[in-house]
């Protein structure tokens, strides 16, 4: 831990009361006055010292609670103010010369420090600076924009068409279902809208910081494209108007066709251009077209109140009446769209727009205040506007009328059918022959015909169709201004840019108005249109799963201050408005789901390198949580095991063949754990340092893994140097071997010719964390460590490279030769199985060797076979070994008695008091007596290292049942010498494998 930097105790008596001082703190020239270390003498602290103005007027360096501490940006012109760190208050305190560091700016990239203080001020500034960028309320900025988006043509030239033929009851479900989608949706915009700061970006911004970038992305692209097409489809709406004016007045511009692509470009273009004048002048036209609709909607509603003329009563016109209300609250379904999801599909995309608010959530004084009021109060007028249409003109207009004067009682005298007949008109014939051109189920305006001035209908439905447009044209340069920023995808970080004091997107409204004039040319709109309203409804759907899965996954930073919104209601708004995609238009659904999941995976494969704290990230920590816990509850079984593994590997990088072995048959299948054992000393009590084995100090074993998941295999290199070190790391390696078989741990030691630590490579100087002679190379007894001059000779380096790269290449048609002595349980078969199953492993031949007696080698092969048949591991070639126990060569004999001769004790002729003390010394000693008592087991191996010799010279690996020494029985020594003498001189990798004794392979299905 770094220290305080101290200096002297000032003199002065009045200094040294108890009192905090802090004069190392602030370094001054001149010693400070006894009252400045006094904290008690407010007034002693002034205004103007830093340390004063951080906290409440005690003088530290410790700060208050403050909304920069918090924020991802400062005003313009003033530095960032963080709070110190941990280490500045607990640890050390940085200093340049005598005065006090200032603490560290954020480092935030300058494109991430925005929306922090300087918006805040924007919003409450009643000044506005010049360079100040344009900031919308919740009236002028959502619901006017939203309202105007949700009207449309629907409402002025098919809302009476409907009313006509589902009734007013049926029309009032309809838009009553259609506004409970949108509403449960204004609900989760609300929600998530007010859980965090809401930068530009609107619904993308919305849906990819709660679900993630895959989803967020993938509905942020179609939904830009579906708003720029969507100024295409109100444009051509609004050109078709003025096209039937012009053919009515008989003064076409060329023909039909060509006359709305003309119209339709000069009109999107003077779009255009409103929104480059930036979003004052956009604004101001909405407003602009608002104040048309409401005129258009008084017209209307006058219109109604007015005795009808002769010319409206032709038209089916007779004001209110009770007779024709009752009479049009029942259905009478007529023509292919005749039936109740029929009119709902055509009605729905008039209850849309609700988004419209949102996606300009950059240009807004206070997002989390002006969303949800703005939305949800447009959703309510809207849907009044709606109710109050629907009812009265379906109680004042009758459903048949032919439009002629002519068809009075009294210039008819024939039989007379309908309510017409008793306000003195008969269209009798024409309704019997389904030929009556007016009246409210034929003549799409009605309303016009109602009004009181029918030129200001038009002018309505100009301003819905020009309104929605605009609205289309900036949310989607808007959110595609976003999507570039976040450079998801490839070639579209171009679009991003901004211009101006609003950061106004103008190469995404370029790009927007080239896709809204493609398709106005095009000119044929009827099936590209489901299709965007099917994107609209994907968005819908993920930004209502969006709420409800933030909401489900418990995380603690889902804290929307809108509480008005339910999970549930959110879960159903999302189902409901996938059924709705298919009600609608089954194959656009299908084109819609399909093109998001192209983009989601698209994302998935790509992986950007964004974190977002999005609920995907929470929910994943809650399965994992919940699986884990759940684990806890299932008894272990023989089928279900997994080798899960602790590699005792150190830096991970220092040993990668390690690493890469064990990896390779615990990648996607189980857990691999990387530890690294420190030998350290402790304090205990203050009366100065003590060994840590003398501590109830936590094993790797005990802290590694959460419950079930938890390793139950030790894995470990082979300690290469062990006759060269100091004995008693030695002791220490061997007991951590048997402290693994202690808590019922397999363990595995794996050996490589020219070892496995290449940290003198990555490293040239003497790591002090690690043993000097660890490498394995040429450590003299004498304790010279490795030279720390750089330089590495070319042997090393090929050393390295086989060390690095030995588990990460193929392993050709090699042999893996599995030396299955000992039952274990079956881990010795188990891990090369696993093995096998890889890729750079497939083609070796596996072949087992089994100890065996001479003369019963056919019927010990056989039921070996028969074994392994029957754990179905297609291990088919075994070898019986009958000569194990037949004496090895003499000069092997003295070549592993030549390797102990340092570590005997040659007690033989010694008292049994000298022989404890010399043992109590040096425990790692060998007596005569535990020689003469482990003389079988160690010619055994001797002779088992012939036999690797002789069989398994080019094998790729070698697999060996670990020998067990007895705890406290077989010396650290003598054990060391087994494991060399085992695997010694071998050129293939070798790993040694005991299980703990317990099954790991069955035969039985249950």
Not at 99 to 125: I, K, M, Y
Not at 914 to 935: F, G, H, L, Q, Y
Request: aromatic residues 10%; contains cysteine; hydrophobic residues 45%.
């Amino acid at each position: 831990m770094a220290e305080l930097p101290v200096t002297e105790t000032p003199g002065d008596p009045a200094l040294c009361r108890g009192r905090f001082t802090i004069s190392t703190l602030l370094g001054a020239d001149e010693p400070p006055s006894a009252a400045a270390y006094d904290s008690s003498h407010a007034s002693h602290l002034t205004h103007g010292s830093t340390l004063y103005m951080r906290t409440f007027g005690y003088n530290t360096i410790d700060v208050v609670p403050a909304y920069e501490h918090y924020a991802n940006s400062a005003l313009p012109g003033e530095p960032r103010r963080v709070r110190p760190t941990l280490a500045d208050l607990h640890s050390f305190l940085k200093q340049e010369g005598s005065h006090l560091h200032v603490l560290a700016f954020d480092n935030r990239p300058s494109h991430e420090l925005v929306d922090g203080l300087a918006e805040d001020e924007a919003g409450t500034n009643s000044q506005k600076s010049p360079g100040e960028p344009v900031r919308f309320g919740w009236v002028k900025g959502v619901m006017i924009r939203c309202m105007l988006n949700i009207w449309g043509v629907i409402l002025y030239l098919r809302l009476p068409w409907i009313t006509a033929q589902a009734g007013i009851v049926l029309t009032w479900v309809i838009i009553l279902l259609s506004v409970l989608v949108t509403s449960i949706t204004g609900l989760s915009i609300s929600a998530i809208s007010t859980n965090g700061k809401v930068k530009s970006g609107g619904t993308y911004f919305l849906i990819s910081r709660s679900l993630g970038p895959e989803l967020g992305g993938s509905i942020g692209l179609i939904f830009a494209f579906a708003n720029a097409v969507g100024v295409a489809m109100h444009t051509v709406g609004f050109a078709e108007t003025v096209r039937d004016l012009l053919q009515e007045y008989g003064t076409p511009i060329v023909d039909p066709i060509n006359d709305i692509r003309i119209i339709g470009v000069v009109t999107v273009t003077v779009l255009l251009a409103i929104s480059l004048a930036g979003m004052e002048w956009e604004s101001k036209a909405q407003v602009l077209f608002f104040l048309v609709i409401m005129v258009s909607f008084a017209n209307y509603l006058v219109g109604t109140l007015i005795p009808p003329s002769d010319d409206k009563a032709s038209k089916g016109f007779f004001s209110y009446h009770g007779d024709i209300f009752v009479q049009n609250l029942v259905p009478n379904w007529r023509g292919v769209d005749g039936s109740f999801f029929g009119m709902f599909s055509i009605f729905f995309p008039s209850a849309t727009g609700i988004l419209a608010g949102a996606n300009i959530s950059g240009d807004l004084k206070d997002p989390a205040v002006a969303i949800p009021k703005g939305t949800l109060m447009a959703i309510f007028w809207t849907t009044v506007s709606y109710l109050a249409i629907s009812a009265t003109i379906g109680s004042c207009v009758v459903r048949d009328a032919s439009g002629s004067l002519n068809d009075t009682l009294a210039a008819s005298p024939g039989a007379c059918e309908g309510l017409a007949c008793g306000y003195g008109w008969n269209f009798t014939e024409c309704a019997q022959q389904h030929s009556c051109r007016y009246g409210l189920i034929n003549y799409y305006q009605t309303m016009s015909m109602v009004s009181a001035f029918a030129p200001l209908i038009t002018a309505g439905i100009f301003g819905a169709t020009l309104s929605s447009a605009l609205a289309c044209l900036v949310s989607a340069a808007k959110v595609f201004q976003c999507l570039c920023e976040d450079q998801l995808y490839p070639l579209i970080g171009f679009f991003g840019k901004g211009y101006g004091k609003n950061k106004e997107p103008v190469r995404g409204y370029l790009l927007a108005y080239a896709i809204a004039v493609a398709f106005i040319i095009i000119a044929e709109l009827n099936t590209i249109a489901p299709i965007i309203s099917n994107f609209f409804l994907c968005s819908y759907a993920l930004i209502n799963f969006s709420c409800f899965h933030a909401s489900i996954t418990n995380s603690p930073g889902w804290r929307p201050s809108f509480r008005y919104y339910s999970k549930w209601a959110a879960l159903f708004g999302a189902v409901v408005s996938v059924v709705i995609m298919f009600l609608l238009t089954w194959w656009a659904a299908l084109i819609a789901i399909g093109v998001v999941l192209f983009l989601l995976l698209y994302v998935i494969y790509k992986k950007p390198e964004v974190n977002w704290g999005s609920s995907v990230q929470a929910g994943s920590y809650n399965l994992a949580l919940s699986y884990s816990v759940g684990l806890n509850e299932v008894e272990d079984h023989i089928k279900n095991y997994r080798p899960q593994c602790l590699v005792l590997t150190g830096p991970p990088n220092f040993r990668p063949a390690l690493v890469d072995f064990v990896g390779t048959f615990t990648q996607n299948l189980s857990l691999m754990v990387c530890g690294h054992v420190l030998i350290v000393s402790v304090w205990r009590d203050g009366a100065g340092p003590e060994p840590s084995g003398l501590l109830p100090l936590p094993q790797p074993w005990q802290a590694a893994g959460l419950g079930r998941l938890k390793p139950n295999i030790l894995v470990v290199g082979f300690k290469k140097n062990w006759q060269s070190v100091h004995p008693a790391t030695v002791e220490d390696y061997i007991d951590i071997i048997h402290d693994a078989f202690d808590l019922n741990y397999g363990v595995c030691v794996l050996r490589m010719r020219d070892g496995l630590n290449i940290s003198e490579v990555l490293q040239p100087h003497v790591n002090p964390v690690f043993d000097p002679a660890e490498d394995g190379r040429a450590t003299s007894k004498s304790g010279a460590g490795p030279s720390a001059s750089g330089t590495v000779d070319a042997e090393a380096l090929v050393q390295e490279e086989q060390a690095r790269t030995i588990f990460q290449s193929g392993q050709g048609t090699k042999t893996v030769d599995i030396y299955w002595l000992f039952d274990d349980g079956g881990l010795t078969l188990l891990i090369p199985y696993l093995l096998r199953r890889k890729k750079r492993w497939s083609k070796c031949r596996v072949r087992v060797f089994v100890g065996g007696q001479i003369n019963r080698m056919d019927q010990e092969r056989k039921a070996i076979i028969s074994l392994l048949s029957k754990f179905r591991l297609g291990f088919h070639e075994v070898h019986v070994l009958p000569d194990i126990n037949q004496k090895p060569r003499a000069e092997h004999i003295k070549r592993f008695e030549d390797m102990l001769a340092p570590f005997r004790l040659n007690d033989g002729f010694k008292d049994e008091a000298t022989v404890a003390e010399m043992r109590r010394d040096c425990p790692w000693k060998i007596s005569d007596e535990e020689m003469n008592k482990n003389r079988v087991k160690s010619l055994r191996q001797v002779r088992l290292n012939e036999i690797l010799l002789d069989y398994s010279r080019d094998a790729a690996l070698v697999v060996i049942t670990l020998p067990i020494g007895r705890k406290g029985k077989c010396p650290s020594s003598l054990y060391m010498a087994w494991l060399e003498t085992l695997s010694q001189d071998l050129s293939p990798p070798v790993i040694l494998i005991r299980g703990n004794q317990e099954n790991v392979l069955t035969f039985y299905c249950q």
